[in-house]
């Protein structure tokens, strides 16, 4: 039982910690983003995995995904989607940037209680 504990928040300290990286490579791309192939040589990680970050941070509508030719291949780049108004979203705080506010709450498809984003905010800012 404690390995499982120390497994899942380690998983959980991992997937945070690839999340602020790449996000931070992203914001650091400025207004003009970042290739994605780009973001997979700094991040030095597999591309599989990156697009896995890449999902999760888009999901909580912190980044963009846009289409672009490229070379003549078919890729998107990234690129920061809260310029102005970081400060308000209250350090990260999903529910802010979320798309899926719509259909967030009592008698909906998601809700607090069970939004794997929100939890997982809130448990980052516990420890
Ligand atoms: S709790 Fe609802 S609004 Fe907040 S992040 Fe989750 S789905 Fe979005």
């Not at 207004?31 to 192939?37: E, H, M, T």
């Not at 310029?83 to 705080?93: C, H, I, K, Q, V």
């Not at 719509?102 to 069970?114: E, I, K, R």
């Amino acid at each position: 039982m404690a390995f499982e504990r120390f497994f899942i928040q380690r998983t959980f300290f991992l997937d945070d910690v690839m999340e602020s990286g790449t996000l931070q490579v992203i914001k650091d791309a400025g207004k003009q983003g970042i290739l994605l192939a780009e973001l997979v040589k700094k991040m030095n990680e597999p591309e599989s995995t990156i697009l896995e970050v890449i999902d999760s941070l888009n999901k909580n509508g912190q980044i963009k995904k846009v289409a672009e030719k490229h070379d003549g291949e078919s890729t998107f780049r990234l690129i920061w989607n809260d310029f102005e108004s970081e400060w308000d979203t209250r350090e990260g705080l999903p529910c802010f940037v979320c798309p899926d506010i719509d259909q967030c709450g009592a008698a909906q498809p998601t809700n607090p209680w069970v939004c794997e984003k929100l939890n997982k905010w809130i448990k980052v800012q516990l420890d």
